[in-house]
């Protein structure tokens, strides 16, 4: 049987039964940390933007003009968070936003200029984010990491 560290002190104070549920053994919690870590590290590289703006900006980037339900969907927002932040970028300048000419009731984003210049200065530093939160773990254990948390993320 692997122990962790805590789970191992915590016996050796007497308490052995398989039953004891420590919060420092939980998934929900060490992901919980893990991204406050991240958070950290994305506010002080790109203190301009929230993570969720960002992801939407560099969606917009890589997919082009996209309908705001869809970019919802491909950012993992439901529609509420998805319209807050496009009405933050777009008093930003950082997108422009048209009406779909075959659906007047879909609203259509895409990059302004000013966001596009943004996103191609951030691109480096998203790398740089992405790599400081993943220090202490070698290039195997990253990658390893990453294919486990979208394998847990596929098993919906």
């Given at each position: 049987?692997?122990?962790?560290?805590n789970r191992y002190l915590h016996m050796m104070q007497g308490h052995d039964k398989e039953d004891d549920y420590l919060l420092s053994d939980?998934?929900?919690?060490?992901?919980?940390?893990?991204?406050?870590?991240?958070?950290?590290?994305?506010?002080?590289?790109?203190?301009?933007?929230?993570?969720?703006?960002?992801?939407?900006?560099?969606?917009?980037?890589?997919v082009g003009e996209e309908s705001q339900n869809e970019l919802?969907?491909?950012?993992?927002?439901?529609?509420?968070?998805?319209?807050?932040?496009?009405?933050?970028?777009?008093?930003?300048?950082?997108?422009?936003?048209?009406?779909?000419?075959?659906?007047?009731?879909r609203l259509r984003i895409s990059l302004s200029d000013d966001g596009q210049c943004l996103i191609s200065e951030c691109l480096p530093v998203a790398r740089t984010i992405s790599s400081r939160t993943l220090d202490g773990l070698t290039e195997r254990e990253a990658q390893r990491l990453m294919q486990l948390l979208r394998k847990i993320q596929l098993e919906k």
């Open positions: 049987m692997n122990f962790t560290h939980q998934i929900g919690y060490l992901l919980r940390l893990a991204n406050q870590r991240h958070l950290e590290i994305f506010h002080q590289h790109l203190p301009e933007l929230t993570p969720t703006q960002f992801a939407l900006l560099v969606t917009l980037s890589n919802g969907r491909q950012i993992g927002i439901d529609a509420a968070t998805t319209n807050g932040v496009i009405e933050r970028l777009l008093k930003k300048a950082l997108i422009t936003t048209r009406t779909d000419p075959n659906d007047k009731r």
